[in-house]
């Protein structure tokens, strides 16, 4: 990802792009998306309590800083048929500084 990523960016792009339908804290709500707590290491439609997509469930991902920094491109080239409604970030230093965010903020 050539210079290190900066979670502080990366928590204001959390707050532009993905606070609307997500939640990050523990015990966090699900909104329209499922709260990321425990994000790094899970399976793709695996957080008990959300309805997710058929294609989510079936996708077989397992949620990484690799598999993010594809995932976040496109999210419905990626998994056709997920119910995300966001366009992507194309900007891999942005999408960088946002998987960093995450991994600080959703661990344990």
């Known amino acids: 990802m050539g210079k290190k990523a900066d979670p502080k960016k990366g928590a204001k792009i959390f707050k532009t792009k993905c606070a609307q339908c997500h939640t990050y804290n523990e015990g966090g709500a699900d909104k329209q998306g499922p709260n990321l707590f425990g994000l790094f290491g899970r399976t793709a439609g695996t957080k008990p309590g959300f309805n997710y997509s058929k294609a989510n469930k079936s996708s077989g991902i397992t949620w990484e800083q690799k598999t993010l920094m594809e995932y976040l491109v496109n999210p419905k080239k990626y998994i056709p048929g997920t119910k995300?409604?966001?366009?992507?970030?194309?900007?891999?230093?942005?999408?960088?500084?946002?998987v960093a965010f995450l991994k600080e903020a959703t661990s344990n």
Not at 84 to 98: D, P, Q, T
């Open 84 to 98: 995300m409604v966001f366009a992507g970030i194309k900007k891999s230093k942005e999408r960088a500084n946002l």
